[in-house]
């Protein structure tokens, strides 16, 4: 079965730093994909992994551990416009020519407090 | 490139009636995919086109919900004799995917469905 699974909601400070985790089970992976989103509006692409290890974007970071069914999102110096949904998901190939299915997490509401 | 549209933005129905959505993928991108968000939740999967090949439609998909993807250019998602429980953001998102990009999804604004 498909499963990930994120704490549904994080709060902190203006200027801190934030880890949002993220466990998953699916049938496939082909690569972990966090996405923003903020309240009524569309969900936006953050960042990209499918090797193990950490790839660094600006205040934005995420972890990959393949073995371990587990990413993170780290937030750095948090600003106000940071307040959203953070939503996880994994890339589930299919076989043959059918494509690929990205499945996604409940979504983490992070606020952030000034 | 204008990105991913979807229309209508919103639309309010009364119980029983059907409802079509309209959704203009960017361009070049081959894969369109329909999700489906309800209040504090994440986008559910409902189904996806490679080309105009539906490849996949979600098991929890009742067969009041159809989508075409003609030609392999917009997409249609249409609901039949909706239900209260119909109620959600329905969102479209494209993808083009090579050996060397990442291949993420771009999300268009949604359509907001209220069955009443």
């Known amino acids: 079965g498909q499963n990930i699974d994120q704490p549904t909601e994080m709060t902190a400070t203006e200027g801190a730093i934030v880890q949002i985790n993220c466990t998953y089970q699916?049938?496939?992976?082909?690569?972990l994909f966090w996405y923003q989103q903020h309240a009524g509006e569309a969900p936006t692409f953050l960042s990209y992994?499918?090797?193990?290890g950490l790839e660094e974007k600006g205040r934005f970071s995420s972890f990959l551990s393949r073995s371990k069914g587990y990413s993170y999102l780290l937030l750095k110096e948090l600003q106000m416009k940071d307040s959203a949904s953070y939503l996880c998901a994994v890339r589930d190939p299919r076989p043959g020519d059918y494509g690929q299915n990205f499945v996604f997490g409940p979504g983490t509401r992070l606020s952030v407090l000034p | 490139d204008t990105g991913v549209s979807q229309n209508p933005r919103h639309k309010i129905t009364k119980r029983g009636q059907n409802v079509t959505f309209r959704c203009d993928p960017i361009s070049e991108h081959n894969r369109l995919y329909w999700y489906r968000q309800t209040l504090g939740q994440g986008p559910e999967f409902l189904t996806y086109f490679q080309n105009e090949a539906q490849l996949e439609k979600s098991r929890l998909l009742s067969d009041r919900f159809s989508a075409e993807r003609p030609k392999g250019s917009f997409s249609t998602l249409e609901i039949q004799r909706t239900e209260q429980g119909d109620s959600a953001m329905y969102l479209c998102?494209?993808?083009?995917?090579?050996?060397?990009?990442?291949?993420?999804?771009?999300f268009g604004e949604g359509s907001r469905l209220t069955v009443l």
């Open positions: 699916t049938s496939g992976f082909n690569g």
């Open positions: 998102a494209s993808s083009f995917r090579t050996g060397s990009n990442t291949g993420e999804l771009f």
């Open positions: 992994n499918v090797l193990d």
